[in-house]
């Protein structure tokens, strides 16, 4: 998977961040990977990861683990999805993290599944957690304080829980084919089938299973964040110039996508 290198936006005075994820059917952002540890809480509806080369489906109470040389990217999310995202900063991790049981921490890409089911109790605090230091990120004490028991916390009840999700190992096809299509939205399925190195019909069937998303719907999620770059605040290009610069082939077909896909006509993007 081809990510960047991203720089998150974590205040100086600070031993990391917590931000409360809302689903955006068109803000999407690229595989990446950072620094920081990163701790996913999922809370409503359901998404999927891709997590270097492998897929895993979330669903309420899912808590994944994101080490800083693992390439990701949240690819499909429900219209409901939400989620915490709690990010530590290197020291913190290594001051917090010191004993045997949670030393696999300090790693940059460990091995295995950190990907688990949490039950409804646990979940329900650490999400009360994540709330609780969202409100006090203005008070550095209170917040590093407080983002050291989360951590500690989440990992402990990681460790409880039986519920195991297993990453399903993603095709080298698909990669390239979704790679190709944040790239170009605008190549058409036999071109992204010929750089992705199998038939239309083998790629389309592939992506379907392994993502949950139609190769077709992919294609169409890009070039809606497309339009949305093209067309702006709307003062240099009308809706219809953007949505043909998107590669979409008319505006019917373009309002049809959007309405379907976001639940809103163009002009309210």
Known sequence: MRAV????PVP???????WHHHFNSLRQIPPHRHEELELNLSVRGRATYLMEDRHYELSRGSLVWLFPS?????LEQSRDYEMWIVVFRPKLVRATCANAANRILRQTKPKGDFCKVLGEAPAARLATLAAELANVMNDPSRFNAGLAYLLMSAWAEHRQSAGIILGKE????VERAAAALREDPTLNVGAVARRAGLSASRL???FQKQTGLSLLDFRHRQGLERFRVCYGDGNRRTLLEAAFEAGF?????FYRIHRR????SPSGH
């Open 261 to 264: 896909l976001t639940g809103r």
């Open 5 to 8: 290198i991203q720089t998150l």
């Open 70 to 74: 693992q390439n990701h990217v949240l």
């Open 170 to 173: 993603v095709h080298p096809a």
């Open 249 to 253: 082939g008319s505006y019917a077909q």
């Open 12 to 18: 100086t005075a600070l031993e990391g961040a917590v």
């Open 204 to 206: 389309g069937f592939l």
